[in-house]
């Protein structure tokens, strides 16, 4: 069930952040204009004007290839499936709803809480990128899973999903509402668990409309789609970052992404992590936080997180074991506390 309480929390940080969710924030100023009040930590000067201005920014071996291409062995594993049996990646299922049959073609790998998953989440090099945009140093980790997404035929051809005109479009999207008049403020990032070739697809997104989106938007017309762009992209070319294993890519919710098909022989895996202000006056979603990590319950602040239909992961494994970092992540220890 999502969490029911849609009151403005502040964050707890010095820089006046305010949520309902943990999703989306409000702030007087918007992360892409925000000047500094701590030192840069893992990002340089270069890097931090990039993030303002495009939208986004690569962090190279955030985790190592090490850890990297452990989580990738994980995600075959946990799915049952063979790397050097591509027959593996397509064997037939039933679908417990069109939803479910969506995720199965995008790739998600129903697992939030493994001790790897947790490695990545607990570590500093990973959590200091995110105090860099943020400019604060007491965040959540967002409860998130993987993606393993093998060439996009067969069963897992994105033509099975019926095409719409509106609304979500997983190749360009913005993931708020940029219609409205005070854009909310939004961060996710991916880290690569393999690298990236562009045979294989992957995360795209056109940050020339972000650099020039404040004078796009007061030339579009009204009742224009709020989430999916209408741009030619000549004007507006899409990107590919070069990713390698263990790179963390971080982009702005503002930005329009969305992911390429995979058209090659492997599969392209990663991460979901990001990390948000934390909320921690909003009891009812910090105890759920720590009650996902705990029993391994699937996280409910997303209707598309589902759980894993053949074998939850709460009757695989036990709980993670945090380090220090990770319980003040999680939202189980204070940042106030000493």
Known sequence: MPIPDQRLHRAASNRPYFSADGETYL???PLRRIEKSHPLRVLSEEDFAFWQTY???VVREAISPE???ALLEFAWDFQ?????RPETWYEEREFRSDLDRDLFVYGFVEAYHHQLIWDSRQNHRVHDAFVDIWDCEELWTTLDRLNLNPPNIKNRSR???????????IELHWD???????LPQRVQGIIALNDTEPELGGFQCCPELFRQFDRWRVEQPEGRDPIRPAVDRREFPLVRPDLHAGDLLIFNGLLAHGVAPNSGSGARAVQYLSMMPALEEHEELRRSRIDSWRTLSTPDWNGTLLGDAARHESLRYGAAELTGLGRKVLGLDSWGAQ
């Open 67 to 69: 850890a990297a291409s």
């Open 55 to 57: 939208g986004y920014v």
């Open 27 to 29: 702030t007087p100023t």
């Open 80 to 84: 049952g499936l063979d790397p050097e």
């Open 159 to 169: 033509s099975l999903i019926e095409p719409t005109e509106q609304g979500f479009d």
């Open 176 to 182: 708020v509402d940029t219609t409205l008049e005070v």
